[in-house]
């Protein structure tokens, strides 16, 4: 991936004392993978991806809506110049329990679709509707609550959510965690749409290489807060990330 067709790069970024530094570049139409043992930096490297994890250096930068690169700081800022980012834990960081199905759709598009205050319900009814039927969500009611549907239900409300504000990139933090086969082969359709018809970069860290192989364009190996190796398409296979993971070459 070229600089100059990037939306999103990461230059120096060191995710903590003494670790490799990481460069990082994603561009129209990417699927990258995050994979490595638990606990050894592609969570907190997702993270300082979308503002949400100060790095100790580097820099990441965001081609924003407006057309004018960003440096990512803060996730609130990001996330007005197009970067979306769906968190492992839905339940505690992602779904507000107490709300419906509606309001947790419509939270994060309300800066776009009010005028002097006034929100424009029935344009947020019309889009929950549109990806009602695009993701296949099911639940009893707009009204209902959030909390009365299955877990895969709650992600595609989730991913609905984002999808309304017109991303420039997605982040997805174990996407497809706890949610049956039917959804997972469901979601995996929706995130290929979205790379190659919408030219939508996707970053997936994921705790399944299985999932990573048959999604991904290139995977990113992490081992102790560094990045060990990065894996291209016709590169990707069980074994050579298994060998990474563990610090290995594989044979």
Not at 29 to 51: K, N, P, S, T
């Amino acid at each position: 991936m070229t600089e100059k067709r990037a939306i999103l790069t990461a230059r120096g970024v060191r995710l903590a004392p003494g670790a490799s530094p990481i460069d990082f570049a994603i561009g129209p139409g990417e699927i990258v993978g995050l994979a490595g043992l638990e606990g050894h930096g592609q969570d907190m490297f997702i993270q300082a991806l979308c503002g949400l994890h100060r790095p100790e250096a580097g820099e990441i930068r965001l081609q924003g809506k407006d057309g004018h690169v960003v440096q990512v700081t803060e996730f609130a800022k990001a996330a007005a110049q197009g970067l979306a980012y769906l968190p492992r834990d839905r339940r505690t960081t992602g779904v507000l329990g107490g709300l419906s199905v509606f309001d947790n759709f419509a939270i994060a598009a309300l800066p776009d679709h009010q005028r002097l205050g006034i929100v424009d319900r029935p344009r947020l009814k019309e889009k929950l509707a549109h990806f009602t039927r695009e993701l296949g969500m099911v639940y009893r009611s707009p009204s209902a609550s959030i909390g009365t549907l299955s877990g895969g239900n709650q992600q595609k409300v989730l991913l609905a959510r984002w999808l309304a504000r017109e991303p420039r990139v997605m982040l997805m933090n174990d996407p497809t965690r706890g949610v049956d086969l039917g959804t997972r082969m469901k979601l995996y359709e929706v995130f290929r749409r979205l790379a190659a018809d919408q030219g939508i970069p996707l970053v997936i860290l994921s705790s399944e290489i299985e999932e990573i192989l048959q999604l991904c364009h290139r995977v990113l190996v992490f081992r102790e807060a560094g990045l060990f190796a990065e894996l291209e398409r016709d590169a990707m296979t069980m074994d050579r990330v298994i060998a990474a993971m563990f610090g290995q070459e594989a044979a």
